[in-house]
């Protein structure tokens, strides 16, 4: 049953992302250029899904279960620290450089040509060498 | 402020966020977690987890829908202006930063600015600052 609904909120998602338009990049970079020609449409894909998530969010608050009997895993962190900035900041950068941030260019993949699975490959080598630091830190630790 | 008023889809781009947030709605309702697709993919390369089955169901979703897009509607035309350097340095900078920041466009940024994440609302500033600045820097002063 959850990897059935898991799989109809990725084609969901997916069909709203292609249709904001932010599988195309030129419009993302389109609004990340305030200076130049601005296009504030994704201002309004933000707006609308946040709004949306709303309504869930104060169904979700206090719960234990889902509907469908899943424990709530709803993140419990409030530390603003040094790893959520700079991660915020180099996530940043890259959606900036090339206008695809993880969504958008999965849902680029089948459809696109060469670029988004060079994005994307490089995307999940950047995850890769994430874990593996994440790794050594924790053993470094481990030993000191 | 100059408004690319040709290339602006309010309804297109609201019609799809509404969606986006749908989708985010289902999976917390059903699923009771948060759609955030960098830790939905991170989470697949971790090998630990017991959880593959939903992850790559979900993956699978999203890298399918524009076949189901494609059912009611001819798919948009895109454009991609990086070079393949930029994109494999891009792509490098998403996958470190969305893991190391906990999050993305979606979990931060959609998710967690409905839950009234205080957390998400500094991601989502720092990346959207660092978005803005790059493309400042790349369209205006090297550009």
């Known amino acids: ?144 | 402020m100059l408004i690319d008023w040709i290339n602006f889809t309010p309804w297109a781009s609201l019609a799809g966020g509404i969606l986006i947030g749908l989708a985010a709605a289902i999976f917390l309702l059903f699923n009771g977690r948060i759609a955030g697709i960098s830790g939905i993919l991170g989470g697949l390369l971790q090998r630990s987890a017991g959880d593959m089955a939903w992850r790559i169901a979900f993956v699978l979703g999203l890298v399918g829908a524009p076949f189901v897009y494609g059912i009611f509607a001819p798919l948009p035309s895109v454009q991609v202006d990086a070079g393949t350097a930029t994109l494999v340095v891009a792509g490098l900078l998403v996958g470190i930063g969305t893991r190391y920041g906990s999050g993305c466009t979606s979990g931060h940024g959609v998710c967690g600015l409905s839950r009234g994440s205080v957390r998400s609302l500094v991601a989502t500033i720092a990346f959207m600052t660092a978005g803005f600045v790059t493309v400042f820097i790349v369209r205006h002063v090297l550009g």
């Open chain 1, 1 to 144: 049953m959850h990897i059935f609904t898991a799989l109809i909120t990725g084609i969901i998602f997916g069909i709203g992302l292609i249709l904001s338009g932010m599988t195309n990049p030129a419009k993302v970079t389109g609004f990340l250029d305030l200076a130049g020609r601005w296009d504030p449409s994704l201002g309004l894909v933000m707006g609308g899904a946040t709004l949306v998530g709303l309504f869930a969010s104060r169904w979700a608050t206090g719960r234990k279960q889902s509907l469908t009997g899943a424990v709530m895993r709803v993140p419990s962190a409030t530390q603003i620290d040094r790893r959520l900035v700079l991660g915020g900041l180099t996530f940043g950068v890259g959606w900036g450089l090339a206008g695809y941030c993880p969504g958008p260019a999965l849902a680029s993949l089948a459809s696109g040509g060469a670029k988004p699975l060079v994005f994307v490959a490089a995307m999940v080598v950047g995850m890769i060498v994430f874990e593996a630091l994440e790794r050594m830190s924790t053993r470094r630790k481990q030993t000191a």
